[in-house]
Nanobody
């Protein structure tokens, strides 16, 4: 069975940090780009970050640039999203997804075919 499983969400105060993990089950991650998306209550899903299949290219939404870092650990079949200086507007369910097209410099949502179940991130004082 091909699936992605997210973990690492939780509740933190503003300025805090969390590290999300996305583990692939049933396939090797090193052949695919991976993206992180989030959806806050009442809002549309938005792309947060993505890393190319080769690991040499990554993109970030302007709202998280310089605060979030995406990384690959192919040996552990895992993608991480390190989130620092979290703010209330980062509160959302975070999803990872598998990108089936190999392209550099872009990761539109239409590229992604498998999605995890999501992990909740809540930032509140």
């Amino acid at each position: 069975q091909v699936q992605l499983v997210e973990s690492g969400g939780g509740s933190v105060q503003p300025g805090g940090s969390l590290r999300l993990a996305c583990v692939a089950d049933g396939f090797r991650l090193d052949g695919y780009g991976i993206g992180w998306f989030r959806q806050a209550p009442g809002k549309a899903r938005e792309g947060v970050s993505c890393v190319s299949w080769s690991g040499d290219s990554s993109l970030y939404a302007d709202s998280v640039k310089d605060r979030f870092t995406i990384s690959r650990d192919n040996a552990k079949n895992t993608i991480h999203l390190q989130m620092n200086d979290l703010q209330s507007e980062d509160t959302a369910i975070y999803y990872c997804a598998r990108q089936i097209f190999r392209r550099a410099g872009a990761c539109p949502a239409s590229d992604f075919d498998r999605w995890g179940q999501g992990t909740q991130v809540t930032v509140s004082s």
